[in-house]
């Protein structure tokens, strides 16, 4: 199995332009993540789906991010306008979650994203 | 809501030196408690799920443990490539979102 897929490795934009991280999640999990990682703040939950639909998004910081599930192998995270202090590495993760007999997660390689 | 606590922040050891770090958390009803390695550049990586008190588990020089407070991830003489930040979650409840904690950052010298 390939792992968790997440694209791209590093963005580099301006403030105020669309950022948009993908992920492709493992095969035949049916839960997907997505966190931000900072030195301040350490890793935070941005969003949770189970089975496609979102379950928890109370982590998304404000209007500006938006995350989409459409099927089960594809989900992105959006942030429209990008500012500064977006800058962070952005982690997907997926879970066998109830359909395994644990909940453990597993990562991506992440995203590196930087916003001057 | 869970709380997870790790300590020590950051720990040096020399080559062989065994150790241990700390997890202390605050759960309502523990569905699990999750050990991940974290290498600088790189996502966690899954090592351990504990499941309740009592209940231990092992991989190469790492040994998870597991009290009703806390759980300590146990380091047999360490190797420079043991080197990483470990982070600990919990899982409680009817909740499939785990809470980590910040993390220890291990360095192991030569």
């Known amino acids: 199995d390939a792992g968790v897929i997440q694209s791209p490795r590093h963005e580099v934009t301006e403030m105020g332009q669309e950022v948009t991280l993908r992920c492709k999640p493992i095969s035949g999990h049916n839960s997907l993540f997505w966190y931000r990682q900072t030195m301040m703040r350490g890793l935070e939950l941005l969003i949770y789906f189970n089975n496609n639909v979102p379950i928890d998004d109370s982590g998304m910081p404000e209007d500006r991010f938006s995350a989409k599930m459409p099927n089960a192998s594809f989900s992105t995270l959006k942030i429209q306008p990008s500012e500064p202090r977006d800058s962070a590495v952005y982690f997907c993760?997926?879970?066998?979650?109830?359909?395994?007999?644990?909940?453990?997660?597993?990562f991506g390689p992440g995203t590196r994203l930087t916003v001057t | 809501e869970d709380q997870v606590t790790q300590s020590p922040e950051a720990l040096r050891l020399q080559e062989g030196e065994s150790s241990s770090l700390n997890c202390s958390y605050t759960v309502s009803g523990l569905r699990g408690l999750f050990w991940y390695r974290q290498d600088p550049g790189k996502g966690p990586e899954f090592l351990f799920t504990l499941y309740s008190a009592g209940e231990e588990k092992e991989k190469e020089r790492l040994k998870a443990t597991l009290t009703k407070k806390e759980s300590f991830l146990h380091i047999t003489a360490p190797k420079p490539e043991d080197s990483a930040t470990y982070l600990c979650a919990v899982s409680s409840g009817g909740s499939y979102i785990p809470t980590f904690g910040r993390g220890t950052s291990l360095i192991v010298h030569p």
């Open positions: 993760a997926s879970s066998p979650g109830r359909q395994g007999p644990s909940y453990e997660q597993y």
